[in-house]
């Protein structure tokens, strides 16, 4: 049988990785014993070489390590934007110019789903939240250390990587290399709505956390009794896969980590990826042990809220959810920045409907630090209500071309058989509610109660001048464990 270049190669590569080099061995193990020399090495699959003595690296400037941020970040989206360019049609081939697809599909958002499947949604995008989370914790140089725990260096630090991955997904969602530039996504049926603007960094968070904890008591339990490095390395990407994608983007080996050794000896080295487990210790806040207790009033809290909205002259109720984000101003003030969105129902038959709030404003909880908590808040902003009607003769001629044609009804299809109609203006709501503290970390809000009011008075003959708004969820509170 002939052999190709590409055999011989790998057959070359196959030789080198299974042949140590005699003399720089002897020249990295001079000093050692006879006995230390002659005993048996570990070689992990790709080979380390001859251990090389400890690189005196210079004391790294600032925080944040801004350079590794970003060229991770921009890799992570081109993994992002390449796979849909690979895998979606319509991000090869929109049909539109760049700008007005753009701008079409900012314009355009509205609701909350999105048309993506459950598993899309909650957990596909968790992960990319976890993973950009991931990002920012090695290179946040004062927190990347800290561990899964009661202290305030973890929380501070997964608070801050969950603020960048909601920057990291409004980016990589209508940034400039983006869902909305690169096939103009939310500009088609039924990709406009804000889910992933909201569950990708709050669920991711909590995906992060998770990880963290599996690792901490799961992976780091399990290693004390696996001795094979090669199980161990499985383990530690296996079971923590947003971390392994985070260390493979900063050319990292997948299974390393900031709060502990190598799998391998301390003094393997990897000529293809770095070995990371030299990262700043995080300093415990020693003063809040010795008190044993943390400040009962928490500087931020998010939470995530269901409700439903009645209003003026609408059949039915509006049903939906969002989150809000409260930061302290002092003891008895926060300011909120609330993000929710509803579907409509009891609308006329082949008429469908959404509302989107967006709001922010003074929140006062006179009573912040005990078990119940009420509240009394001022939103102002913006709302947007969409209605959509199907002509079901339109649809049924579509359909009817298409079959004859050989082809199925699809989402593209959707825009030549509805009529949309929006209309978006200034609102703000008041209210009051009350929320039951259930641990330090976590409170539920019994309920919320608040009047809203739009200047969007009238859509199609409906009345969404005023309505009242009922919320219920859980609050995260950060800071206070």
Partial sequence: MQTTPALR????????????????????????????????????????????????????????????????????????????????????????????????????????????????????????????????????????????????????????????????????????????????TQARFPQQ?????????????????????????????????????????????????????????????????NTRPDVWPENSRYYFMKVNHSGTTAVPDQAARERGSYPAVAPFEFSTITLVQQNSTAAGACIGGGADAALRWNSQLQIVFELAGCKMTGLQTNMSGDSLQYLMGPRWTPTASSRWSPYVQLLAGGQKITHETVDPEKKAAVAQALQAAGKTLDYPDHALYTSDRDGNAFAFKAGAGVDVRLTSALAFRLVGLDYMYSRLDRLDGIGYGQGVQVTTGLVLRMGTW
């Fill in 193 to 257: 709505g804000f889910a992933d603007h909201v569950v990708t960094p709050s669920i991711g968070m909590a995906w992060m956390i998770t990880e963290d904890a599996v690792d901490k008591y799961i992976i780091a339990r399990l290693e004390d009794h696996i001795p094979n490095p090669y199980l161990r390395a499985v383990l530690r990407g296996g079971l923590n896969p947003s971390r392994t994608l985070a260390n493979a983007l900063g050319g990292y080996v997948p299974w390393s980590r």
């Fill in 9 to 184: 190669a790998l057959a070359i590569i196959a030789f080198l990785l299974s042949t140590q080099v005699e003399s720089s061995a002897q020249s990295s193990f001079e000093g050692e014993s006879d006995a230390e020399s002659a005993g048996p090495i570990i070689t992990p699959f790709i080979y380390p070489g001859p251990p090389l003595a400890p690189i005196q690296k210079a004391p790294e400037q600032g925080n944040i390590n801004w350079s590794g941020l970003f060229t991770q970040s921009f890799a992570f989206i081109g993994v992002e934007e390449g796979f849909r360019l690979l895998t979606e049609n319509g991000a090869l081939h929109s049909h539109m110019p760049f700008v007005r697809g753009y701008t079409d599909s900012v314009g355009n958002l509205h609701g909350w789903a999105d048309g993506d499947p459950f598993l899309v949604n909650y957990v596909g995008h968790p992960m990319q939240g976890a993973v950009s989370g991931f990002i920012w914790v090695e290179n946040d140089r004062r927190y990347r250390s800290a561990e899964f725990g009661r202290n305030r260096q973890y929380w501070k630090s997964r608070l801050r990587a969950a603020a960048f991955a909601w920057a990291y997904s409004e980016a990589e969602e209508i940034g400039p290399i983006s869902e909305a530039s690169i096939g103009a």
